[in-house]
């Protein structure tokens, strides 16, 4: 059985930095992307970077790019999530799911019992 165990999330000012891990154990994730996910209160879950775990190419949501920065060590299965420059609208909750596909430059996670979700981990900007 797949687990994934997020860590890293907190309460940060804004402007502040968090690293979230993603930490995948029961498999290996070769050839497959892991994304991260995000979902805030009354607000649609939506996808917010993936990285391909073969040749690590990336992919953003655009209310990120250029904060945020998606890295993988394949050695220990652990995908990690950069986020600089944070603001209160990156307030959410945070999950790591895969596998995960890109169609037309959305994020999509694994539908139940196609994949595997973390049970997530809160991130709070505030001041």
């Known amino acids: 059985q797949v687990q994934i165990v997020e860590s890293g999330g907190g309460l940060v000012q804004p402007g502040g930095s968090l690293r979230l891990s993603c930490a995948a154990s029961?498999?290996?994730?070769?050839?497959?992307?892991i994304g991260w996910f995000r979902q805030a209160p009354g607000k649609e879950r939506e996808g917010v970077s993936c990285i391909s775990v073969p040749d690590g190419t990336t992919h953003y949501a655009d209310s990120v790019k250029g904060r945020f920065t998606i890295s993988r060590d394949n050695h220990n299965n652990t995908v990690y999530l950069q986020m600089n420059s944070l603001k209160p609208e990156d307030t959410a909750v945070y999950y790591c799911?895969?596998?995960?596909?890109?169609?037309?430059?959305?994020?999509?996670?694994?539908?139940?019992?196609?994949?595997?979700w973390g049970q997530g981990i809160q991130v709070t900007v505030s001041s």
């Open positions: 029961g498999f290996t994730a070769d050839g497959y992307a």
């Open positions: 799911a895969t596998p995960v596909t890109l169609v037309g430059g959305t994020l999509f996670g694994p539908h139940e019992g196609l994949g595997s």
